[in-house]
């Protein structure tokens, strides 16, 4: 891989506990109290994402509501604010965008920004510290800053010191810092994936980088997958701050009007998840994955809400995204009122290629068995004409 990471300074700026920070913002009564972001007085649903008090008892995202009363019964469950999540973004991006141009948002709560040109008048750790203190002392929006040359190392940085940390990583201190760390934190590697590795014996970035276990790495992970990590974690990745990267395609939607309105929630969850099938498929036949999931609801007056979720991490695993549309629909399904339409759509998207380039390194062993996998739903699918089958039981199929 050519190395184009010569000179250049990146951050990647990241909000600590974005939605849970803007909790408090709203609500100060909750700063110091284990609390989560989900569906407030319910058992349905998962939680986005979760305090750092709740963390200490082994709460995060993605984890059923269920689970999390479990380990701490007197946890506080918050309802998600999407208008206020979008708002304070917008100051985040807006405030980093007084410093440069080049400016990538990944998602909702994080951006790389290409500060190469900024830092000849200021030392790029003084700079990050500002940034810092600016949108911790105007917006009440705590983050941590990583700096390096390439996008690799400015994430890895970032997710060293938490929160309020700023984390410098050069190409020369990468035995120092890096290798010493797990083959969990590289940034990409897979929560199923890890483990295969720390088994093998490759427990940390050294392990991973040391030419004697290189043979049994690639029987692990493949040739081309060693390759890309090897050179990331060399330094010699991709150093380009890309404010476009993602504007192809922001979103995938479609929607249903009926001519026989929809009453009642199982009704509205039923017809939901068909058309979740249907734009599941435009969006992996499009080679995206998403982070937001999108329901829209009409009744027979014509009044139309739209509402979202947010994954931490980019997917397509379509149970994952069914038990999110249910939580939706519950949460903003009203009894009572007769639905004319009923839409559901993805956003914050990205290529899966590029996914496999920087973020999921280690999940091709798991594509290839989903792919076969794939091939006989799609051939039983096909003999019936119809989706009998699809990945609802994903983590059942052996």
Known sequence: ???????????????????????????????????????????????????????????????????????????????????????????????????????????????????????????????????????????????????????????????????????????????????????????????????????????????????NNKNKIISLVGDSVYNYVYDAVMGNSSNIVDPNRYSESQSISTSETYDIYKSSLNEVIFEGKKLLRSVHKRLTNEGYLAKSLIITLRDDSFNTISRRTTLNDYSNDLSEFEIMLEDLFSTYFVEGKNYRLIGVGFSNLIKEKEIEKEYNLFNLDENVKKDKIDKIIKEFNGKYKEDILNWYNKKEVK
């Open 1 to 211: 891989m050519t190395n184009n990471a010569k000179g250049r300074i990146i951050f990647h700026i990241d909000m600590n506990a974005f939605f849970c920070t803007v909790a408090e913002i709203k609500d100060p009564s909750l700063r110091g109290k284990a609390f989560a972001i989900g569906r407030k007085e319910s058992l349905k649903g998962v939680i986005s994402t979760a305090s750092y008090e709740a963390r200490k008892y082994g709460i995060h995202s993605a984890m059923p509501l269920t689970q999390a009363y479990k380990l701490l019964p007197s946890l506080l469950v918050i309802d998600s604010d999407f208008n206020e999540y979008k708002k304070y973004h917008n100051y985040f991006v807006g405030l980093v965008k007084e410093y440069t141009d080049l400016i990538e948002v990944a998602s909702i709560d994080e951006v790389y920004a290409d500060m190469t040109d900024t830092i000849t008048k200021i030392h790029p750790v003084v700079l990050a510290k500002l940034i810092q203190y600016r949108l911790l002392s105007e917006y009440n929006l705590s983050s941590s800053i990583g700096i390096g040359p390439t996008l690799f190392y400015a994430k890895m940085a970032s997710d060293m010191k938490k929160p309020l940390g700023v984390t410098v990583i050069r190409k020369k201190e990468k035995e120092k810092i890096l290798y010493p760390l797990s083959v969990a934190d590289i940034y990409g590697v897979g929560k199923k994936t890890s483990p295969k590795l720390i088994d093998a014996g490759i427990k940390t970035i050294g392990d991973f980088m040391d030419i």
